[in-house]
């Protein structure tokens, strides 16, 4: 097999020393270094879960004892939701694209971008930390008292990991901000912006306005716990709800952080592979910051049966009601999208269709866990863990592998195997659906989380979802395998090997370290596709 | 774009009115005013706040677009009081 070079000058082959990849301040490369970190983030995290998973064939705790088995759910939640979840998509795919998709040279900040990185990499090790010193049971919502006053283990690294790793979200949520506003090519006016960046302006809008409360939350429960400083402590006169209020005040936009961003790719997937232009453009990008600013109005759904009061609950579920419809509206727009467009297969459109798909069953259970009768009868139960890995996962997880691929071509140079591609999206998601959907089940007939024995009448559902999450699992080790094969042997790609719009595809594959030789003039709206046109899709390669 | 140079006479005189507000604080903690000392502490802490967002952090010389997101914070923040007090409030 020949290995053929790059014929021009870009941001790869710029300079290859270690430490030009250490102390740059191109968008492109530290793009590169998040998605090294959160990849290595997101296998660590995934370790846990094959641990627990196995843990759970039987109805038995014969490989884990209950404290061990609350130590790998804590540091599955914890890794996953900080330090892959949250940076996946924005961190990776919008620092690589925000500013070429604006037709900029780099973020309004660069240096701040890297600080954010390593600041990120600094509340990573910190975790990492905890969890090597013996991890810390609390789960991941760290709730108080008992996070604060009597678990024996790690929480206060671990929650000044996520304190300071909250700090690189707020830079990359302020950069992106600053940049959307202020660095717009010529032409590019707010309505003429690729979805993808609405995506991440109310994404970043959720950042600012909310990582700093889990920050100063968390900063308390380590104040508390370390000092005795009573703030949620009841014996003290503290008021442990007002933890769960505080933490979901951000944790519950925190999922927005995560799904909105991948709304932002599968709009870019959906128009591409359709060849049609998104149909109510205007609708999706108000959508965005309708999630975005409603997001921020529903936290109490998470504590139906905490003792807050009947007249909150009340409030908390109707908005919890009043969120899913700009998710609906993106819903419907995207299949109103596919309709009369000359629809192609490839991996990234798999992706997508599986995200609408999921995304969907997510969303609509997540309807019966904001009705309050429902939610008291399913609340703790295997029905919120299915319905929030069919959102996390199904979701984010499937726009964040969807992007990876679309985009792959232009941040590599390099095609993927196509082949491999479709069939590993196919494992993901029938993998997930035998993971999560028997969880639904298990859930409804009264399963309770965290737990690592149950009653027998429970083990074949249980079985089953270990069974798809070893499926899963290969789904997600073959991806890891061909792309870093596609980066020595994958054939190069063009600079517009799908024949999509957008000012990202105008530039070479992979870009010079500046993006565009001369600032890009916009004179037309985004996803001008023509419909029908479906020669370019069969045409990647160079 | 350009920036508003603020003299530094300002900055003093901004100082001196936190301190100035700082000794008020202390001072109407040791007046027992019943209820109302917790509302008076507050608004005290409000105005020190808001000298220091306009003057400390330029605010009063910025561009519209940055007043908005500073007066966004503060919406949040509302936000946040508002819904949580929906809880405390209507406990039983």
Redesign the interface.
Known sequence: MTVQGFAHRNYLNADYRFRSWLWTTDHKRIAILYMISITMFFFVGGAAAVLFRLELMTPRGDLTIAETYNRLFTLHGVIMVFFFLIPSIPAVLGNFLLPMMIGARDLAFPRLNLASWYIFMLGGVMAVGAIIAGGADTGWTFYTPYSSTYTNTNVILMALGVFVAGFSSILTGLNF?VTI?TMRAPGLTWFRLPLFVWAHYATSLIMV??TP?IAITLLLVVLERGLGIPIFDPKMGG?P??FQ??FW?YSHPAVYIMILPSMGVISEIVACFARNRVFGYKFIAFSSLAIAVIG??V??HH?FVS??????GM??SFMSMLVAVPSAIKVFNWTATLHKGAVSLETPMLYALGFIGLFTLGGLTGLFLATLAIDVHVHDTYFVVAHFHYIMVGGAVMGYLGGIHFWWPKMTGRMYPEWWGRLSAGIIFIGFNLTFFPQFVLGYLGMPRRVHEYVEEFQVLNVMSSAGASILGVGYLIPLAYLIWSLRYGPLASANPWGATGLEWQTESPPTTFNFDKTPVVREEAYHYDTGLTEASHSHVL | MSFHIVPRSTYFKVFAALVLLLVVTVLAAKVPLGVFNTPIALSIGLVKATLIVLYFMHVRYSPPLVRVFAAGGFLWLAIMFALTFSDVLTRH
């Open positions: 901000i506003h306005l909310g409360v008021d709800l007002l209020h505080l005040f921020f109005l936290w109490g504590m003792g807050q009061s009947v007249y909150a409030v908390f």
